[in-house]
């Protein structure tokens, strides 16, 4: 264990394990979207978890720093803030903010850290840019909606995790980048049991089982 100082509240933690993790076992909690105890390698695509550590000439994203003696951290700066609503904000013009037909509205990752970071969910300086499909009901259980998609990778971990290996996974580059649910052979997985773990932990309502969405 080492002693680091986060906002000016010392803290004893483990070495060597991401800053982040170790920041939201002790109650520090640090806007992020994408991270999730086990996910190995941190995806790092949210670029929300922001913080200044003293030494550094700049804010780091604190799922990939790991813990060291004697660090001190600060979450809340003008630097870090600016960073998360930027971040922020260019998530969400590439997100359809429809919140009243949402199955995930009241329950959105992305409303919480809105109303936090003070970041408007149709922010009005960046055009909304949006891919083509905007709901996918190919899966026999799933419904995937690309426009809300963040790409946390949570739902791809969380596969991985109850089949040994994901079922699902990323498919296309850059702004194309979608969840795909289709094997090697442009087919559905066949061992894909529809357990909806996937759906369940999809923090801002981009998955869902055809039954959760009944009468919506």
């Not at 790409?151 to 994901?166: A, D, F, S």
């Amino acid at each position: 264990m080492v002693n680091i100082i986060v906002d000016n509240r010392e803290i004893s933690v483990e070495e060597g394990v991401p800053l982040l993790a170790a920041c939201l076992e002790n109650g520090i909690d640090i806007p992020n979207l994408c991270w999730m105890e086990g996910m190995g390698e941190p995806w790092a695509a949210c670029r929300l978890c922001f913080v200044e550590i003293e030494g550094e000439k700049q804010p780091v994203t604190s799922c990939t720093v790991l813990t060291r003696s004697d660090m001190v951290v600060r979450t809340d700066t003008p630097a870090v803030r600016a960073l998360q609503q930027s971040a922020l904000a260019l998530l969400l013009s590439v997100h359809h903010v429809d919140c009243k037909n949402c199955h995930a509205n009241r329950k959105c990752a992305l409303q919480d850290l809105a109303r936090r970071l003070k970041v408007s969910l149709k922010p009005k300086h960046l055009e909304n840019y949006l891919k083509p499909v905007e709901r996918d009901e190919t899966h026999p259980s799933l419904v995937y909606f690309p426009n809300r998609c963040v790409l946390c990778g949570k739902c791809i971990h969380v596969c991985r995790n109850l089949h040994g290996q994901p079922l699902i996974s990323f498919a296309r580059r850059g702004f194309d980048t979608i969840v795909s649910f289709q094997g090697d052979d442009t087919v559905f997985n066949a061992e894909c049991t529809s357990c909806g773990a996937c759906a369940a932990v999809c923090p801002v309502g981009a998955l869902a089982t055809k039954e959760m969405l009944n009468g919506l």
